[in-house]
C-alpha cells in the first residue's frame, strides 16, 4: 500500500465528501456502563468501582440515502451505538448531530418528539418485538396516533393498508395478529411499523439474523427497495459480512468499544487493512472453495471489563510488538481506510 | 458396508386435532468416516432427523414408519435403555448451547471421566488421563489444570470444545452435530469446525452436520442433504449440489445467500415460505413456490431420482430423463 500518502489526522470519520454536511454524525460518543457490586459489598470486600467502557469515542457520518453497516462480535458495542442513536441511552460523552441539530439536547426538550418520528428503528426478534395482543392496524398505526400525525380513524386504516402494501403484505393482513404471519412477514410488519412516520434515518439491529436465508433475501431486498424511493439512511447492524457487503455503503469495524476500520464497501472488502478485519473476512465460510485453506481467528475476545493495554487486539494479533501493547492507536488515513493499527501505520502490515 | 441407513423413516406427531407428519419418508445413509450436511429452513425437519437417529424425539412425536440402522442393526425400535448405550458409545451427539448440554453442578473432569468410565473398561485413572488428553486434542490450553474447572468457568467457544471431547469421549463411529456453531461468533465458527473436522478424521468419525449455514457445509461436508417440509429434497456430492442444484428449491436457496466475495443489486428470493406442517400441499410440497411448476407438480409427490451427480425429488428431473 501507499503509505507516503498516508495523513494522519484525528479521530475524524469523513466518510462523505459532500460539500454539504451529512444527515448523521456522530462524534466521539461514548457510553460507559457502571457495573460495580453494590455499596456495601465495595466497602465490606474492599472491591473498587467496575466501569464497562461498551462504546469507547466512536466517530462517524452517514450521507443521506446511504448505508453504513457496524460490524463486529458479540460485546464489541455495535448494538449500544445503535441504542444511543436512538435516544435509549444518553451518552457518557460525544454528541449525535441530526440533521444540523444536537439530538440528545433535544430528545430531552418536547421538540424531541419531532426527532423521534424522524429517527425510528428496526429490531432483531421479530417475534418479542410486536405486541401478539395487538391488531396489525394497532401496531402499524401506533406511531402514527402517538404523534398525532392522523388522528382520524378511516384515514389512520387507510394509510396502515398503504404501509403494508408497500411492505409486500396485503391490505386485508391488517385485522390479524402477529400470529398468523411467519418470521419474514412479522419483520415486514416491523419495517411497515418503522416507516409509518416517514423517517429519514432507520437504525436496523439485526434486522435478519433471526430469519432464514430465502426470507432474509427478500427481506433485504424490500429494505434496499425502500431505500431508494425514499432516500432513507440506514444504520446496519450485523454481524454477517455476507449481509453487510450486500446492503452497505461504507463499513465500520468494530472492537471492544472502539472504530478500528472505517472504509466504503468495496475498498474494505477487496483491501482489508487492519489485521483484525482480515482476520474477519478470512473466518466467513464460503461457499465456493477458493482453494486455499482458511487461517480461523487465534484466540477469543478479551474480557470488555479487563481490556488489554494499548491496542485492544494485540493478544489476538499476528503483527503486534511492543508499541501495540502499550500505546493504543488512532484511526488515521491510510488510502481512503481510516484505520486504527501501528502495523498498518508503520508499513508493517 | 454403511455406517448408518435411515430408510423411508416417518415421524408422526398425534394431537387432538389429527397427526401431524412432520418427517415423511426420509431416506439416507452415512459412509463410515463420511461428513453428511443436513440443510434446510427452520421447520424443514433437520433437527428431528437426527432427534430420531440418537432416539430422543420429544413426547407425543414418535417413529411412525421406517427404520434407522446402524451398522446393519435395527436401533429405531430399541428401549430407552439400549438406546442409552448406543448414545455416547457408538453415537455422540453434540448441540448447539453448549451451557445446556453440560452440566453446571459437576467439573468438567468429573463429567468426561464418568462418560468414559460408562462405557469404556478402563480404570479411574485411566480415563482421567483420557480426559485430559481429550481436552488438549480439542485445544483447551493447560488442560491439566482445566480438567477441575466447571462449565461456568470456560467461555463460549472452550464450553464447545469441551462438549466435542465429551462426545468423543467414548470413541463412538457416529457423531450427530446439530447447530454445533451457531450460538458462537464468526471467529469462533471457524475455529469449531475445524476441530471438529480434524478430530473427527483422526479418529475414523462419520459426522453428521445438521446447520442452515450453507458455508459451514461447503467448507466441511462430502455430501449434503438438503431438506423442504419434511422431506429430503436434493441429496449429493457438496459441490455438486452447491454449483450444479438439480432441485428448484436448492437452486433458490442458493441464490439467495449473499455471497461475501460478489456484489449484487439485488438477491434473488424464493417467494412465500416454508409451509407448516399442518397445511402441507398436495404433490411437490414445493410447488407453490417454484419457478418451473407444471400440472404433475400439483397432484403426484415425486420421489428422489437420479439426476446427474445428484439425487432430486422433482419431477422436472424425470421429464428430463424419459
Redesign the interface.
Known amino acids: 500500500m501507499n503509505t507516503a500518502a498516508e495523513v494522519k489526522t484525528e479521530a475524524v470519520a469523513s466518510t462523505s465528501t459532500t460539500a454539504d454536511a451529512p444527515l448523521i454524525q456522530v462524534r466521539d460518543l461514548a457510553m460507559t456502563f457502571d457495573v460495580s457490586a453494590p455499596w456495601l459489598n465495595r466497602v465490606l470486600e474492599r472491591r473498587p468501582r467496575q466501569l464497562l467502557r461498551a462504546v469507547d469515542g466512536v466517530s462517524f457520518d452517514i450521507p443521506k440515502g446511504k448505508t453504513l453497516s457496524l460490524v463486529g462480535e458479540s460485546g464489541c458495542g455495535k448494538s449500544t451505538v445503535a441504542r444511543l442513536l436512538l435516544g435509549l441511552y444518553t451518552p457518557t460523552r460525544g454528541s449525535f448531530t441530526f440533521d444540523g441539530q444536537d439530538a440528545h439536547a433535544a430528545f430531552k426538550t418536547p421538540a424531541g418528539n419531532v426527532l423521534r418520528r424522524r429517527v425510528q428503528m428496526i429490531f432483531q426478534d421479530p417475534y418479542a418485538s410486536l405486541n401478539p395482543r395487538w391488531t396489525v392496524e394497532a401496531i402499524v398505526g401506533e406511531p402514527l396516533s402517538e404523534h398525532g400525525l392522523i388522528t382520524d380513524p378511516v384515514a389512520l386504516r387507510q394509510r396502515v393498508g398503504e404501509l403494508l402494501v408497500q411492505v409486500g403484505l396485503a391490505e386485508g393482513d391488517r385485522s390479524k395478529y402477529p400470529h398468523q404471519f411467519s418470521g419474514g412477514q412479522r419483520q415486514r410488519i416491523s419495517i411497515a411499523r418503522a416507516l409509518a412516520t416517514e423517517p429519514e434515518f432507520l437504525v436496523c439491529d439485526e434486522p435478519t439474523s433471526a430469519l432464514d436465508v430465502s426470507v432474509q433475501a427478500q427481506v433485504l431486498n424490500i429494505m434496499k427497495a425502500l431505500q431508494k424511493k425514499r432516500e432513507l439512511s440506514y444504520l446496519f447492524i450485523s454481524h454477517n459480512l455476507a449481509v453487510v457487503r450486500h446492503v452497505s455503503d461504507y463499513v465500520g469495524v468494530m472492537y471492544l468499544g472502539r472504530l478500528i476500520e472505517v472504509a466504503d464497501k468495496a475498498t474494505l472488502f477487496a483491501t482489508p487493512r487492519h489485521p483484525y478485519t482480515r482476520m474477519l473476512l478470512d473466518a466467513i465460510p464460503k461457499m465456493h472453495a477458493t482453494g486455499r485453506a482458511r487461517t480461523p481467528v487465534q484466540g477469543e475476545v478479551p474480557n470488555p471489563l479487563n481490556p488489554p493495554t494499548g491496542c485492544a487486539f494485540n493478544p489476538r494479533c499476528p503483527l503486534a510488538n511492543d508499541r501495540c501493547r502499550n500505546e493504543r492507536p488512532v484511526l488515521h488515513l491510510a488510502g481512503t481506510t481510516q484505520v486504527a493499527c501501528h502495523a498498518v501505520e508503520e508499513g508493517r502490515g | 458396508m454403511t455406517l448408518l441407513q435411515v430408510q423411508n423413516l416417518v415421524v408422526e406427531f398425534p394431537g387432538r386435532r389429527g397427526t401431524l407428519r412432520a418427517l415423511d419418508q426420509v431416506s439416507f445413509d452415512i459412509a463410515p468416516g463420511e461428513i453428511l450436511g443436513v440443510v434446510g ?2 421447520g424443514a425437519g433437520k433437527s428431528l432427523t437426527g432427534a430420531a437417529i440418537i432416539g430422543l424425539l420429544e413426547p407425543p412425536g414418535r417413529i411412525a414408519g421406517g427404520q434407522i440402522l446402524l451398522e446393519g442393526e435395527r436401533i429405531d425400535q430399541l428401549d430407552a435403555e439400549a438406546m442409552r448405550h448406543i448414545r455416547g458409545r457408538r453415537i455422540g451427539a453434540i448441540f448447539q448451547d453448549p451451557m445446556t448440554s453440560l452440566n453446571p453442578l459437576y467439573t468438567v473432569g468429573r463429567q468426561l471421566t464418568e462418560t468414559i468410565l460408562a462405557h469404556l473398561p478402563v480404570t479411574k485413572a485411566e480415563a482421567r488421563r483420557r480426559a485430559i488428553a481429550l481436552l488438549a486434542d480439542t485445544g483447551i490450553p493447560a488442560p491439566e489444570q482445566r480438567i477441575d474447572h466447571y462449565p461456568h468457568q470456560f ?1 463460549g ?2 464450553r464447545q470444545r469441551v462438549v466435542i471431547a465429551l462426545a468423543l469421549a467414548a470413541e463412538p463411529k457416529l457423531i450427530v452435530a446439530d447447530e454445533p456453531t451457531t450460538a458462537l ?7 469449531i ?2 476441530l471438529l473436522k480434524k478430530v473427527c478424521r483422526e479418529r475414523g468419525a462419520a459426522v453428521m452436520l445438521i446447520t ?5 457445509i ?2 466441511t461436508c462430502d455430501r449434503v442433504a438438503v431438506m423442504y417440509a419434511g422431506r429430503v429434497a436434493e441429496i449429493g456430492p457438496v ?1 455438486e449440489v ?2 450444479h442444484p438439480a432441485h428448484p428449491y436448492t437452486a ?3 441464490a ?6 460478489e ?9 412465500g ?2 409451509p407448516r406442517i399442518n397445511a402441507i400441499p398436495t404433490g411437490c410440497a414445493f410447488h407453490p413456490r417454484c419457478p418451473q411448476v407444471f400440472d404433475r407438480c400439483h397432484v403426484e409427490r415425486p420421489e428422489l431420482i437420479d439426476a446427474g451427480p445428484t439425487r432430486a425429488a422433482c419431477w422436472l428431473r424425470q421429464e428430463a430423463t424419459v
Not at chain 2, 461468533?185 to 475455529?191: E, G, P, R, Y
Not at chain 2, 439467495?256 to 466475495?261: G, L, R, V, W
Open positions: 429452513e427452520s467461555s467457544g472452550m461468533d464468526v471467529s469462533i465458527q471457524a475455529q469446525i475445524q442452515h449455514d450453507m458455508g459451514v461447503a467448507e459441490h452447491i454449483n433458490g436457496l442458493m439467495a445467500i449473499p455471497d461475501p466475495m456484489d449484487r443489486e439485488m438477491l434473488n428470493q424464493i417467494d415460505s416454508m
